[in-house]
T-cell receptor, first 114, second 110 residues
Framework: GAVVSQHPSRVICKSGTSVKIECRSL??????MFWYRQFPKKSLMLMAT?????????EQGVEKDKFLINHASLTLSTLTVTSAHPEDSSFYIC??????????FGPGTRLTVL | GENVEQHPSTLSVQEGDSAVIKCTYS??????FPWYKQELGKRPQLIID?????GEKKDQRIAVTLNKTAKHFSLHITETQPEDSAVYFC?????????FGTGTSLTVIP
């Protein structure tokens, strides 16, 4: 149980385009979802926390107009990278929680902006 | 807010030796401390955790110790194997907020 999926797993886009990444909890309802950015061999950098039905809470230094997060239902959260640039290339991972201490990670999305 | 520091950032050990990774935290209200292992290209997986009312927990070759007074907790891997090679990161949880350490890249040399 407690499976989290992400789609797409890999995306390549041109500079200036927008990319949407989906995070789904497949067999449980996630009251809270987290979005992270990860650089090679580095730990996770929390970008934002989203609660179903409310606005996401962004970490300091993360541009909320650039990284749009929507948590429309208890099983789906989306991260949209708007007007992507090469410096946005990274590995983006989501995790989902039912509100307790245990979080379940998605498999990640590799974004490459040309 | 909470500040979690993790050391070392890279660690190489010979197969069969032990590996120790240490994390310190700043918020005494933190009460749950998980450790995650992330293999290359895969999602992080919880490998062991400890709650603030426990000083030590062991699961086969993996153990975690917690010193609440000093605000540090450590991951111990004994009899390391090549498949233990991965990035490990700790976390400290305050309420429902997760604060991650900066990660340790462990390489086990056959």
């Amino acid at each position: 149980g407690a499976v989290v999926s992400q789609h797409p797993s890999r995306v390549i886009c041109k500079s200036g385009t927008s990319v949407k990444i989906e995070c789904r909890s497949l067999d449980f309802q996630a009251t809270t979802m987290f979005w992270y950015r990860q650089f090679p061999k580095k730990s996770l950098m929390l970008m934002a926390t989203s609660n179903e039905g409310s606005k996401a809470t962004y970490e300091q230094g993360v541009e909320k107009d650039k990284f749009l997060i929507n948590h429309a239902s208890l099983t789906l959260s989306t991260l949209t990278v708007t007007s992507a640039h090469p410096e946005d290339s990274s590995f983006y991972i989501c995790s989902a929680s039912t509100g307790g201490w245990y979080i379940h990670f998605g498999p990640g999305t590799r974004l490459t902006v040309l | 807010g909470e500040n979690v520091e993790q050391h070392p950032s890279t660690l190489s050990v010979q197969e069969g030796d032990s590996a120790v990774i240490k994390c310190t935290y700043s918020d005494s209200a933190s009460n749950y401390f998980p450790w995650y292992k992330q293999e290359l290209g895969k999602r992080p997986q919880l490998i062991i955790d400890i709650r603030s009312n426990v000083g030590e927990k062991k699961d086969q070759r993996i153990a975690v110790t917690l010193n609440k007074t000093a605000k540090h907790f450590s991951l111990h891997i004994t009899e390391t194997q090549p498949e233990d090679s991965a990035v490990y990161f700790c976390a400290a949880i305050t309420g429902n907020q997760f604060y991650f350490g900066t990660g340790t890249s462990l390489t086990v040399i056959p």
